[in-house]
């Protein structure tokens, strides 16, 4: 390309490379940006949408409970598994096998216990934040192989627009502590270079390592060729999974009947919980397996629950006991993993999160509402370096204004359409058929909605209408919890149940940051001033201001 007939500049093509790729799918990104930050607290959203469990509170005797609960419900089954009650978790996560039952999750039963009683709960029908999770990579509307393509496209185009970004601003890093308000597209490349270098090495990492949680799909040729097209064997090879021979009749999975290894009681779990925590004083024991039960070949497997490597994925360290007498047997040695695997667990290992503290999760969160400020700033900036065009023209130009709307819609309609989908939660009977499906629908109808608004109204006015909306009912969220059989946020907290109390916060979070955004909008706009040769050059310093300017509109 040539500008005044002089060759295009590395800077001037990253320019352009990183303006059309930064908007075309942006609006894309923000959503994929947006739901991926919520769910840095998956387990917490799943917990707040069934507030059947709010009042599972665990206790010293939740272990045994839980045991003594499966022996009952599934006296006959070849695995017990039962996941504990933690800081992101309230009640026990039971699952089991029975004789016969077919490979994978299909064979797979599931019960949710009470955590102080060890009653089954039933609780209502919802995918929680299952379905924010699978939408920032699936989407939803189309199969999941198309939405996980578009999404990798997507992915691949953010890469691409965060490295042209370095390259086109030669002053980004020291542009970041220079915030010039009131100044139109100088403000708004302020905010968005401020946003962009605060959590560049998330952006750049969450980024990559989303390629590399996509690479199988995006790149599998090395992999057919390497296994001649075999690609179960190196899924299989990458799990660690290897055949074990055994001896004796077995039934159709490879376990021996019950019959044939004859009955035994389980031993107490409470002196093998309390070695555990001896050994793991932070985490503690995050999930008890119990193969072969009520049997003499019965073997109890403790597991920590957190993770103490990224090179396996956060893989938990476990103890092995024998299930009648709880005598300690050998644990197997962890198998080595190669540098190139080593090395892409650690990248997904980051991207997924899973090793998180509390304290990092809130971080990564904080970091990820960052991120969604970039996309959003960025996508902004295009309207706003346009004004002078427009005014110069006397119109608005149909293109500039279709941008204008899915901004809205995108930006702030989102916000809605999420803190809807948590209301439908609550006001969608518990007991109607499909009610999962109905919550999902409730937040499409939301959306679209919110993209049909701006249509109706000027941008500036579509800005704060929407804003405000979602502020409030992010705002209202932990008000309405208790009012809907939930926990209200003093006793979660009272409880130490943090997953629900962790929601409740991340809601008021969002509220304070969207209630922030409206305010910065209702501010009057001050006369327009001449700028003048010699005039003084307004600056201020910090992100905070960059960050209100986030959705601020000019016209």
Known sequence: MRIDGKPEGLRQSMAWLHTWSGLLLGWLLYAVFFTGTLSFFRDEIDDWMRPELHRSVSNAETAQLGLAAMQKIAPDATTWTLALPGARQTAIEASWRAPGAAAGRAGTQRATLDAGTGEQIEHRETRGGSFLYRFHFELYAMPRIWGRWIVGIATMLMFVAIITGVITHKKIFTDFFTFRPRKGQRSWLDAHNATAVLALPFHILITFSGLLLLMNMLMPWGIQAAYNGDTSTYFAEMRGNRQTGSAGPQDSNGRKPKELLGSASLTAIAPLMAQARQQWPHHGVGSITVNAPGTPQAMIELREGGGTSLINRGASATLRFDGTSGAPRRTPDAQAVSWPRATSNVFTSLHLGRF???AMRWLLFLSGVVGTL?????????????????????????????VEVLNIGSIAGLSVATAAYFWCNRLIPAELAGRGDWEIRGFFAVWLLCLLHPLLRTSRAAWREQMAMAAILFALLPVLNPLTGGASLVQSMAHAQ????????????????HGTVVWWLMRPQPAARANTANGPRQKKTGVAAAASMAVEQTV
């Open 374 to 402: 970039m996309a959003a700033t960025g996508m902004v900036l295009w309207v706003v370096k346009r004004l002078p065009e427009r005014r110069k023209l006397g119109y608005t130009p149909r293109g500039h204004r279709l």
């Open 356 to 358: 998180a503290d509390p």
């Open 498 to 513: 943090w997953s629900i109390a962790g929601f409740d916060l991340m809601m008021l979070a969002l509220a304070a940051i």
